[in-house]
């Protein structure tokens, strides 16, 4: 079983859509959650991190629910701007380590 | 904005030869890592770093990979003998020592071995 799944898309979208990314992972001791965006050929960039109530950030909404192992990204009223890969990432302390496991990713594009 | 940045942006080599990938880490940060992500695949932890020493390294990691904080600014990926494989973008991240371990992302190098 992979560490962190997602469903690879590509999710072809019209501006204005709402779209939802979903993700779960494997180890139950997985301690931080992020989204992160990336372009093409580009680095990762922190979108959000993920917390059990839930939190918002404009028309981003990031939800996490320990008990299934399972985070969703929510983008409301889309934006060509949003075209990118999705990665959702786990983070795992170990001591003074702190490791991130990065999931394939989701491709979106926003069509005009 | 601060940010992490990395040279070279594009590193050529032959195989068997040593590479080292620069990073400069964000200045207040105290953890450094290193990942790779082979073309078309998913982002892999490679190192981490903190206090001058390894916290952690992936299975990938292996005696042909070292870092180094040679002082108080650059961090360095080491690569004594190239392969093919190891043809790849090479990200530098680091973090706050507290916090959320939000980790901040270098624009990586692009490392092609021949």
């Known amino acids: 079983r992979k560490e962190v799944e997602q469903d690879p898309g590509p999710f072809n979208v019209p501006e204005g859509a709402t779209v939802a990314f979903n993700c779960t992972y494997s180890n139950s001791a997985s301690q931080s959650f992020f989204w992160y965006r990336q372009d093409c050929r580009k680095e990762p960039k922190l979108l959000m991190s993920v917390y059990s109530s839930g939190n918002e950030d404009g028309r981003f909404t990031a939800q996490l629910n320990r008990a299934s192992q399972y985070i969703s990204l929510l983008i409301r009223d889309s934006k060509l701007s949003d075209s990118a890969t999705y990665l959702c990432?786990?983070?795992?302390?170990?001591?003074?380590?702190?490791?991130?496991?990065f999931g394939s990713g989701t491709q979106l594009t926003v069509l005009p | 904005e601060p940010e992490v940045t990395q040279t070279p942006s594009h590193q050529v080599t032959q195989m068997g030869q040593e590479v080292i990938l620069r990073c400069v880490p964000i200045s207040n940060h105290l953890y450094f890592y290193w990942y790779r992500q082979i073309l078309g695949q998913k982002v892999e932890f490679l190192v981490s770093f903190y206090n001058n020493e390894i916290s952690e390294k992936s299975e990938i990691f292996d005696d042909q990979f070292s870092v180094e904080r040679p002082d108080g600014s650059n961090f360095t990926l080491k690569i004594r003998s190239t392969k093919l494989e190891d043809s790849a973008m090479y990200f530098c991240?680091?973090?706050?020592?507290?916090?959320?371990?939000?980790?901040?992302f270098g624009p990586g190098t692009r490392l092609t071995v021949l």
């Open positions: 990432v786990v983070g795992l302390s170990s001591g003074s380590a702190r490791q991130l496991t």
């Open positions: 991240a680091s973090s706050e020592r507290s916090g959320p371990w939000e980790q901040f």
